[in-house]
């Protein structure tokens, strides 16, 4: 067991002004408070707590921690008191074995809700006072070393606890080697034969390559020292853990494994790791895509390196690690390298809070304030400790963490449900942006929005967050559901007044039985689907009634039929919409109302042009110009007709769909001519289409978006104009 000149020895060789009496004063108290308790192992209790400093001190920190680290068991387990504690060591260490003490017995291998609900106390304890952190994981690691003299059963549970949480938190607070130490120890636990048969394969590759590790480091030495680079290298082979995850990653065999060697070569400067980079792709054959340069773009944990891998002498693949001796210092220590750059004392906190690490840390306590339930919390951080996640802010200043590839929509969404559901752009770090951006690291995310949007359900596969997905979803249903149900009405509506019957809610609901549905709004969408015909609900309310729906009859309400001349001489019946505005027919306003309509697949159609609707089954009403074509396909189904009319408002600025065909004389230029005329127009020109009829001739097939009717009239006449221009029409399918 360590004594009490040998724990402040340990403190002063890096910290030569120690509080050398307050560490004595620690050591007595713990081990008085202590007594008699015995480890599993039939050690002293006491030991336990001194071999925790022990480690502490090998990362250098400050003495408050060390002495926390001595008594971080007493409150728990012995008599003890927080006022004692305070009155003898002061209210700073008081704090830190305070918090030591909430988040002793917490367990994360409980109930999911229990777990969530102990991380969310283990948070809180970590951001009070990071250095609470470093004791837990000293502490862990100590008891993870002696963990073979615990009962088997327990074993499990606590080499679980330690891969799934504080290994994680090691890493994520950058102290790497802790973190492997944790990892190996647990696997060794959780998986006995796989770390027995790695480790016994890691020593037979070791004798079978006998000296390879030495040679390497001192030809790699010399030649850097001939480049004038004084350099330290060091090799080892990888960690069981590591290789074994490797093994699950890319189902291989260990003999597949090929780069079990590691090298780390520590240098000066900045400049010496790419010059050494530069010395070990000279000797040895670089494999490509190994290179990544971690110094000019750290890690979240603040790690820095550049790592390559070659094809080393024996042609073993052979991992390089090229960084500074600083740089060096923080891989291996993390956040607790931040306290070292700090003259001792409690000072280590200001540069902890200026570390990546810490920043993390501070945001993922910010993100408990938001109130989520605690199992969807652990969920969320376990999965943040293993992969990275990129933190945005609201204009506010709101912290909304998202998964990498996350996207505006996500992040809107992540806001709250209103505001992505009516996203229509966004803007990143006060620019523009698509909201289909893959949003980075400390974006501040400002989300346009306009009322009455329904998200496009394109969106529900690009989003990644399933927040997002699922509220699309649900969007899209609803809103296609009540645009159908909205159609339904409509129709039902004319159609009764057509029949020349009452209709309310409570005839139809009288009548839902005979239609076969739950509710009102179940027939309302059937019929606004077309699965169900107006007729049929009429009947099902009034059944003596017989539908009497001839061409050219009914000219009672005004609502007669046209008999209107096809292209190629076909007749075929539309009922009209004689009369402007007629109450009669089915209000237009354009696509995004609410009417489930699109325009002409062939053509389109504006405001201004005399138009009918057909109903298709599962899609809506399409609308198109009587004087189209494509109606003559639908004469044979009367009950797909609708009676519609624009219902667009004076300074409309929405836009709709036509097409032109032009004939153009083929000369350079002629093209631009055609799109600036549209565009001086504000016209949009959505698709072209060039044929070269013969070789002085183009037809060019235009989709312009126009306002109405007049706007698209103006547009080819002042086509029609141009001298390069023979001939326009325009196209209704
Ligand atoms: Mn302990």
């Known amino acids: 067991m360590m004594r009490q000149y040998e724990l402040v020895e340990r403190v002063k060789r890096y910290h030569p002004d120690a509080d050398e009496a307050l560490l004595d004063r620690a050591y007595v108290y713990a081990m008085r408070a202590h007594g008699q308790q015995k480890r599993a192992s039939g050690d002293l209790f006491f030991s336990h707590p001194l071999e925790v400093a022990a480690i502490l001190t090998d990362l250098k920190l400050d003495e408050s921690t060390i002495v926390a680290a001595v008594l971080h068991d007493t409150i728990e387990d012995t008599d003890a008191t927080r006022e004692e504690i305070d009155s003898m060591f002061g209210p700073e260490i008081g704090a830190l074995v305070d918090g030591l003490t909430k988040i002793k017995k917490l367990d994360f291998v409980s109930k999911k809700a229990k777990q969530g609900e102990n991380f969310r106390k283990l948070l809180l304890a970590i951001a009070a006072d990071v250095r609470v952190l470093l004791v837990k994981l000293a502490d862990r690691l100590h008891n993870m070393r002696t963990l073979h003299y615990v009962?088997?059963?327990?074993?499990?549970?606590?080499?679980?606890?330690?891969?799934?949480?504080?290994?994680?938190?090691?890493?994520?607070?950058?102290?790497?080697?802790?973190?492997?130490?944790?990892?190996?120890?647990?696997?060794?636990?959780?998986?006995?034969?796989?770390?027995?048969?790695?480790?016994?394969?890691?020593?037979?590759?070791?004798?079978?390559?006998?000296?390879?590790?030495?040679?390497?480091?001192?030809?790699?030495?010399?030649?850097?020292?001939?480049?004038?680079?004084?350099?330290?290298?060091?090799?080892?082979?990888?960690?069981?853990?590591?290789?074994?995850?490797?093994?699950?990653?890319?189902?291989?065999?260990?003999?597949?494994?090929?780069?079990?060697?590691?090298?780390?070569?520590?240098?000066?400067?900045?400049?010496?790791?790419?010059?050494?980079?530069?010395?070990?792709?000279?000797?040895?054959?670089?494999?490509?895509?190994?290179?990544?340069?971690?110094?000019?773009?750290?890690?979240?944990?603040?790690?820095?390196?550049?790592?390559?891998?070659?094809?080393?002498?024996?042609?073993?693949?052979?991992?390089?690690?090229?960084?500074?001796?600083?740089?060096?210092?923080?891989?291996?220590?993390?956040?607790?390298?931040?306290?070292?750059?700090?003259?001792?004392?409690?000072?280590?906190?200001?540069?902890?809070?200026?570390?990546?690490?810490?920043?993390?840390?501070?945001?993922?306590?910010?993100?408990?304030?938001?109130?989520?339930?605690?199992?969807?919390?652990?969920?969320?951080?376990?999965?943040?400790?293993?992969?990275?996640?990129?933190?945005?802010?609201?204009?506010?200043?709101?912290?909304?963490?998202?998964?990498?590839?996350?996207?505006?929509?996500?992040?809107?969404?992540?806001?709250?449900?209103?505001?992505?559901?009516?996203?229509?752009?966004?803007?990143?770090?006060?620019?523009?942006?698509?909201?289909?951006?893959?949003?980075?690291?400390?974006?501040?995310?400002?989300?346009?929005?306009?009322?009455?949007?329904?998200?496009?359900?394109?969106?529900?596969?690009?989003?990644?967050?399933?927040?997002?997905?699922?509220?699309?979803?649900?969007?899209?249903?609803?809103?296609?559901?009540?645009?159908?149900?909205?159609?339904?009405?409509?129709?039902?509506?004319?159609?009764?007044?057509?029949?020349?019957?009452?209709?309310?809610?409570?005839?139809?609901?009288a009548a839902l039985p005979r239609l076969a549905r739950q509710s009102i709004d179940d027939v309302l969408a059937a019929v606004g689907r077309g699965e169900m015909f107006s007729g049929d609900v009429v009947q099902a309310i009034y059944p003596e009634y017989r539908e009497d729906r001839k061409p050219s009859s009914d000219g009672a309400n005004g609502t007669g039929w046209f008999d209107i001349k096809g292209g190629d001489n076909l007749r075929f019946k539309v009922p009209g919409n004689n009369e402007e505005g007629s109450s009669k027919a089915i209000p237009i306003r354009g696509l995004n109302g609410d009417l489930p309509v699109r325009f002409a697949p062939e053509g389109g159609a504006v405001p201004g042009d005399r138009i009918v609707g057909i109903l298709t089954p599962g899609e809506g009403i399409t609308i198109y110009p009587i004087q189209s074509s494509a109606l003559a396909a639908f004469e044979d189904s009367p009950d797909r007709w609708l009676d519609v009319r624009w219902a667009v408002e004076e300074g409309n600025r929405q836009r709709f769909p036509a097409r032109i065909a032009l004939n153009t004389i083929n000369e350079p230029g002629t093209l631009a001519t055609v799109a600036q005329v549209i565009a001086e127009h504000d016209g949009n020109i959505d698709n072209i289409i060039m044929r070269r009829r013969t070789p002085d001739f183009t037809d060019l097939t235009i989709d312009v978006s126009v306002w109405d009717l007049k706007h698209l009239n103006a547009i080819i006449s002042e086509l029609r104009a141009k001298r390069v221009v023979s001939k326009v029409t325009r196209v209704t399918g």
């Open 151 to 509: 009962a088997p059963e327990k074993r499990i549970r606590v080499a679980e606890e330690t891969l799934e949480i504080y290994a994680p938190l090691a890493g994520r607070m950058g102290i790497q080697e802790m973190r492997d130490e944790l990892e190996d120890l647990s696997f060794r636990y959780l998986k006995p034969e796989a770390y027995e048969t790695i480790t016994r394969r890691l020593e037979e590759v070791a004798q079978r390559n006998g000296p390879l590790i030495e040679t390497i480091e001192k030809d790699l030495t010399a030649r850097l020292a001939e480049r004038g680079i004084s350099a330290k290298v060091s090799g080892r082979r990888k960690r069981p853990y590591s290789i074994w995850r490797k093994m699950e990653r890319k189902s291989i065999a260990f003999e597949q494994l090929s780069d079990i060697f590691g090298f780390r070569v520590i240098v000066d400067t900045i400049d010496d790791c790419y010059r050494a980079l530069g010395v070990v792709h000279t000797t040895w054959p670089m494999v490509p895509g190994r290179y990544k340069d971690y110094i000019s773009t750290p890690k979240q944990n603040d790690y820095r390196s550049i790592h390559t891998t070659v094809i080393g002498p024996g042609h073993q693949r052979v991992e390089l690690q090229i960084r500074t001796a600083e740089m060096h210092e923080i891989a291996e220590y993390g956040i607790a390298a931040h306290a070292l750059y700090k003259d001792g004392r409690t000072g280590g906190r200001t540069l902890m809070s200026e570390s990546r690490a810490y920043q993390w840390l501070r945001r993922t306590v910010d993100l408990l304030a938001e109130g989520d339930s605690p199992e969807e919390f652990l969920e969320h951080t376990k999965l943040e400790l293993f992969h990275d996640q990129v933190f945005c802010f609201t204009p506010k200043g709101r912290l909304i963490a998202l998964p990498r590839g996350a996207t505006p929509i996500d992040f809107a969404y992540a806001v709250h449900t209103d505001i992505g559901n009516t996203a229509v752009g966004a803007k990143i770090n006060g620019r523009i942006a698509p909201l289909l951006s893959e949003l980075q690291n400390g974006d501040e995310v400002e989300i346009v929005r306009a009322e009455g949007q329904v998200p496009p359900a394109a969106w529900e596969s690009l989003v990644v967050t399933g927040k997002a997905r699922a509220a699309i979803r649900r969007a899209t249903r609803s809103a296609v559901r009540r645009q159908y149900a909205g159609l339904g009405r409509q129709i039902l509506e004319r159609a009764f007044e057509r029949a020349g019957k009452a209709f309310s809610d409570d005839k139809l609901k």
